[in-house]
């Protein structure tokens, strides 16, 4: 054994009574308990964003001297720094001497560290040799808490007596045995009551599981063996974070990055992060953020420890999250903030704000790093749907449905690589997916006609970001959609000289000459003369163009977030979504891998030719090949202009098609459109 | 106290801000004497810190006091003696 491993030996044993080899068995038994809760809620939950979304954590929290920190947990990272500040405002609240074996709390209060009110926690003590132990905790994002808008985004709502019902800490199970008045509350303000019983009863579950490994474990090796293994972990994480921070320069790094609108009033909201860095330690100060919105794009707390997820992204990547990554942070919220939202205000939106707020903590942070270290930004939120209304198909025997539909996200691009497309944002760490479409068309009367890439979505860049993506959906019966999206006025900002990401729009899609199947779309791109627009910018012409469009010119909507938005059966929706940003200078992007892009159906050869500089030519075998000494003067030429003119690259396929006709050409084969576009470019 | 932290009027300025109020004393790690007390939200919940703005050594971590109002929302029944539900 070496000099450092003896020190290693010898610091744990004296610190945690333990050899550093059994810390870990024990700690990453703590972690696999989380997994295993986990799975059971996953497996045993009812409704699909549950299930298929996974749009749900479990967590085990400890007591330590500072207080509840979660040591193991296991879900989308949105819920991961939350958990442990539930944990203590519910105790608190409620008092842990007042908890018994087999109780079961629920809660979902936001101003008591939920995320919104569809996250319904329960937490249940976990008494070992006669002492609260663990408290475990579990959360699910109910599809419907009831409210006017199925699914927990009534955009539009300005208080939260228009939201969904709001729970503080209650006890849900008293030893084991239900509570009934509270069960008989959550079915009977529920439009999807068995949705919403097979999913408390799977969180039930979940904590059930995690109390017998737990049980298990400490009965084996222990109670105070696993609670110092957890010690461990915990110091573990905040030393691995603290060293992270360390290795950053000292400062005050800010950035500023805006919501497109709340969905009352179509204005941008500013949201600001300054980055603090002293040592080991980091505040991350959301002053001078705009105050609460009037629509419900505010949160009311969890913002305060989600900051966290876009560093340890960064800086500390590696190590396994528990609450010790918490420990060098704190938040500094302005009351009455868009991030520390004032009650009664709406704040059931926490997609966007939370989003908003990983994006401009990680621009701060961008700043204070290497160009090698930053990281593009992500799409945001570009857009999910609430689904609600009765389903009239035959056998349904007009039940009332509610659903989601998520679509998915894309990254922003690194130094080193793209950005992970058709994939989710990093607010929820990648582990909260897109919806699985046909379990939706189970649920509800919709049929979805494709999901598929964007094309021209991401932004350009040395590296792209991740592309965005396109998503055709049919109401087969009336369906009352609740939107909430952003982007749409202008897409996520690159890094270094990277690109805008296509701003997100919707569309209304005519059928087909057929009468049946919607309208074609390339790759996304719908004629003009197929669609109405419903959000997003539109030119004169009304094709969606960012540079020369106006936001809302001819939609129905200035706003990118609205409710009761009634689809008609037989009617189209078209959700064309930006992807991630870009990083570094497009013009530095390698030619060959814009010419697989092409090849992909990713960028388009137009995009190629005015973004990337890549002319293309097709070569005597007929395949579409680059041309490197052309590549070479428009590239040349473009970086001329960009000097003359400084404008930003914002992706969109261009020029948009007007007619039907016009998307029929854009079908044929590449090689004939490389020619006929190197013969309009000569 | 009661229902006085239940509800709140919107901010009227558009931009809003923490306010660090500036405190009298010397940081023991640096020696600085640029130290401030002012609401956070740490790893564990919303607490007053006294902290220098230089080091951010921590003076002082304290549960925030009733005329702190922090974090301004408040449980009318928070005080009330607990039943078997809670």
């Given at each position: 054994m070496s000099a450092t491993d003896a020190n290693v030996q010898a610091v744990g044993r004296e610190r945690y009574g333990l050899d550093v080899a059994s810390a870990e068995v024990l700690a990453f038994a703590l972690h696999n308990t989380s997994v295993q809760m986990h799975r059971a809620l996953m497996r045993s939950a009812f409704s699909a964003v549950v299930r298929d979304v996974m749009d749900c954590t479990s967590s085990i929290n400890v007591k330590t001297p500072h207080g509840w920190e979660t040591v193991a947990e296991m879900g989308p990272s949105l819920h991961a720094p939350v958990s442990g500040h539930v944990c203590n405002f519910v105790l608190e609240e409620y008092g842990e001497e007042n908890l018994r074996k087999g109780d079961v709390l629920i809660h979902n209060d936001p101003w008591r560290?939920?995320?919104?009110?569809?996250?319904v926690s329960i937490l249940r003590g976990v008494f070992v040799d006669g002492e609260l132990t663990f408290v475990l905790e579990s959360c699910s994002h109910l599809v419907d808490m009831g409210g006017p808008v199925a699914g927990g985004y009534p955009t539009g709502a300005r208080y939260t007596f228009e939201e969904n019902l709001r729970i503080p800490?209650?006890?849900?199970?008293?030893e084991d045995v239900p509570v009934r008045g509270m069960f008989n509350m959550l079915l009977e303000s529920t439009r999807v009551p068995q949705l919403n019983l097979g999913d408390l009863r799977a969180l039930y579950g979940s904590v059930v599981v995690g109390e017998r490994l737990l049980e298990d474990l400490c009965a084996r090796e222990g109670r105070d063996r696993v609670h110092r293994a957890a010690l461990y972990a915990l110091d573990a994480a905040e030393a691995s974070m603290r060293a992270a921070i360390a290795r950053v320069p000292d400062g005050d790094y800010s950035a500023e990055d805006v919501l497109?609108?709340?969905?009352?009033?179509?204005e941008p909201l500013l949201v600001k992060a300054t980055v603090r860095i002293r040592r080991d330690r980091m505040e991350l100060d959301f002053s001078g953020t705009e105050r609460q919105a009037e629509g419900n794009s505010t949160t009311a707390w969890c913002d305060s420890s989600r900051g966290i997820i876009p560093v340890k992204m960064l800086l500390d990547p590696q190590s396994l999250y528990n609450g010790g990554a918490l420990r060098p942070f704190e938040a500094v919220m302005p009351p009455g903030s868009l991030v520390l939202g004032l009650p009664p205000t709406s704040v059931s939106d926490h997609g966007s704000i939370g989003t908003r707020v990983t994006n401009v903590v990680m621009a701060a942070l961008n700043k204070a790093l290497p160009d090698e270290q930053a990281v593009a930004c992500d799409a945001g939120n570009p857009m999910f749907l609430g689904l609600q209304g009765v389903d009239t198909r035959p056998g349904r025997g007009h039940a009332p449905f509610g659903t989601f539909v998520l679509p998915g996200a894309s990254w922003g691009a690194t130094s080193k690589n793209d950005g992970l497309g058709f994939s989710t944002i990093l607010m929820t760490g990648g582990v909260v997916r897109s919806s699985v479409y046909e379990h939706v068309e189970r649920e509800a009367p919709v049929i979805f006609w494709e999901h598929a890439f964007m094309i021209d979505s991401a932004g350009v860049g040395k590296l792209r970001g991740g592309v965005g993506v396109v998503v055709t959906v049919e109401a087969l019966a009336p369906v009352e959609i609740a939107c909430v999206a952003d982007r749409i006025r202008v897409g996520s900002p690159g890094y270094g000289g990277g690109g805008r990401s296509m701003p997100t729009l919707a569309l209304l899609v005519r059928k087909g000459a057929d009468g049946v199947t919607p309208a074609p779309s390339w790759n996304g791109v719908t004629a003009v003369s197929d669609f109405s627009p419903v959000f997003g910018v539109f030119d004169e012409q009304g094709r969606p163009n960012p540079y020369d469009g106006q936001l809302g010119r001819g939609a129905i909507y200035e706003v990118s977030k609205f409710s009761r938005f009634m689809l008609e059966a037989g009617q189209v929706l078209r959700i064309c979504a930006g992807g991630g940003a870009g990083w570094g200078?497009?013009?530095?992007?390698e030619p060959v891998r814009v010419l697989n892009d092409v090849l992909d159906e990713f960028v388009s050869p137009e995009a190629a030719l005015a973004d990337y500089g890549v002319v293309l030519a097709v070569a005597d075998d007929g395949a579409v090949v680059v041309d490197e000494a052309a590549t070479s003067r428009q590239r040349q030429r473009l970086a001329e202009e960009r000097q003359r003119t400084g404008r930003e690259t914002i992706s969109c396929f261009r020029p948009?098609?007007?007619?039907g006709d016009d998307v029929e050409r854009l079908r044929r084969p590449l090689a004939e459109r490389v020619e006929e576009l190197r013969a309009r470019s000569a | 106290m009661g229902i006085e932290r239940l509800f709140f009027p919107r901010p009227t300025e558009r931009y809003v801000s923490v306010e660090r109020v500036p405190v009298e004393a010397t940081c023991?790690?640096?020696?600085?004497?640029?130290v401030a007390r002012y609401p956070v939200a740490n790893h564990i919940g919303p607490r007053m810190v006294t902290k220098c703005q230089d080091c951010f050594e921590a003076l002082a971590v304290d549960r925030p006091a009733p005329e702190d109002n922090w974090p301004p929302f408040r449980p009318a029944a928070l005080d009330w003696p607990a039943s078997r539900a809670g």
């Open positions: 560290g939920a995320v919104h009110q569809s996250d800490p209650s006890l849900l199970y008293a497109d609108d709340d969905g009352v009033n179509a200078d497009a013009l530095e992007r948009w098609p007007l007619t | 023991p790690a640096c020696g600085g004497s640029n």
